[in-house]
């Protein structure tokens, strides 16, 4: 089936470095979303991006989607205790429902 | 903000025994879905239902597994008869869009003894 590859599967960072997580897909996206869980929390949605070379930010963290829409990735930039978590992509290759299938997600780890 | 609930927030339960998770969607959305996460991997997705039917299920949602909105307020997802292997966090999120921002519950943590 339709897969995701998102890389890497751990990062662990010294507070204040930057951080980025990727996401590789084979096949072109509709649109990908990225989600954040905290260690013993829920998936919390950060952002949906839909249009080609898209790029967007939340204050520290930047979002991109490639010019082909197939893969995107998410930058963190002077990393704090609070990013701590794991970061999953979720892209949507269309159909009637869009389902989201989950990429394997990024843990982050940040020493204070 | 609006949330999911889901009840009850740990449920154990011997093998083989039947178990119904419960979660009330936010109120205005009409897509309703279920995943599912093994201690430390993925968010597996389950399945998905709309306009009271399935729309689409995964290969884990096998014949054991059944999914029901009795009323206006409530999905819920039942297990039959459940192995060792049906451990996991069970995690309801709905949506007001297909395809667009999923809202999660805060999860139901199963476990099969």
């Known amino acids: 089936g339709q897969q995701v590859m998102q890389i890497p599967q751990y990062q662990h960072v010294q507070e204040g470095e930057d951080f980025t997580t990727y996401c590789n897909s084979s096949?072109?996206?509709?649109?990908i979303q990225w989600y954040k869980q905290r260690p013993g929390g829920h998936p919390v949605f950060l952002i949906q991006l839909v249009k080609s070379g898209e790029v967007k930010k939340q204050k520290r963290l930047t979002f991109q989607f490639g010019e082909a829409k197939k893969n995107s990735s998410l930058h963190i930039t002077a990393t704090q205790t609070t990013d701590v978590g794991t970061y999953f992509c979720?892209?949507?290759?269309?159909?009637?429902?869009?389902?989201?299938?989950f990429g394997k997600g990024t843990k982050l780890s940040v020493k204070p | 903000e609006p949330e999911v609930t889901q009840t009850p927030s740990h449920q154990v339960t011997q093998m083989g025994q039947e178990v119904i998770l419960r979660c009330v969607p936010i109120s205005n959305h009409l897509y309703f879905y279920w995943y599912r996460q093994i201690l430390g991997q993925k968010v597996e997705f389950l399945v998905s239902?709309?306009?009271?039917?399935?729309?689409?299920k995964s290969e884990i949602f096998d014949d054991q597994f059944s999914v029901e909105r009795p009323d206006g307020s409530n999905f819920t997802l039942k297990i039959r008869s459940t192995k060792l292997e049906d451990s996991a966090m069970y995690f309801c999120a709905s949506s007001d869009d297909p395809g667009g921002k999923l809202f999660f519950g805060s999860g139901t943590q199963l476990s099969v003894l």
């Open positions: 979720a892209p949507n290759y269309g159909g009637s429902q869009g389902n989201l299938i």
């Open positions: 239902f709309y306009n009271n039917e399935i729309s689409e």
């Open positions: 096949t072109t996206l509709s649109n």
